[in-house]
């Protein structure tokens, strides 16, 4: 039986959104207040706006996959929906986190510590 309950959709529509964000209005300058901000990504205007675009990018494509994983979790999963909330919940978090990794690697190969680009 569905029982849907969209507090457990609350981080995929959060990553979906900001990756919109971030992918195509990204924040054009660095900035300490909103945007992919690491010590890498900080490093020069360049760094800056790739790795917006870069996290964007990912944080869309894992929101828009975890939001269609939750929603057929909730469908056919014969779980407890509070016990699927928090598998839900950790998910979620989990995948706000890994995308960091991906990221800075990403970073790392196309720019030097300096934030310049490696040719």
């Known amino acids: 039986m569905f029982d849907f309950n969209s507090k457990d959709l609350i981080i995929p529509m959060f990553m979906i959104i900001f990756g919109l964000v971030l992918k195509f209005k990204p924040p054009s300058k660095i900035n300490s207040f909103y945007g992919y901000r690491t010590n890498r990504s900080m490093n020069s ?18 929101g828009v996959i975890l939001y269609l994983a939750f929603i057929t ?42 934030g310049n680009p490696k040719n």
Do not use: C, N, T
């Open 73 to 114: 979790s909730m469908a056919f999963m014969p779980v407890a929906k509070e016990s699927l909330r928090f598998i839900h919940g950790a998910i979620g978090i989990i995948a706000l986190i890994i995308g960091i990794p991906f990221v800075e690697k990403q970073l790392k190969e196309k720019f030097d510590e300096d």
């Open 45 to 62: 205007q360049k760094s800056w706006d790739y790795a917006q675009r870069r996290a964007g990018k990912l944080w869309l494509y894992m």
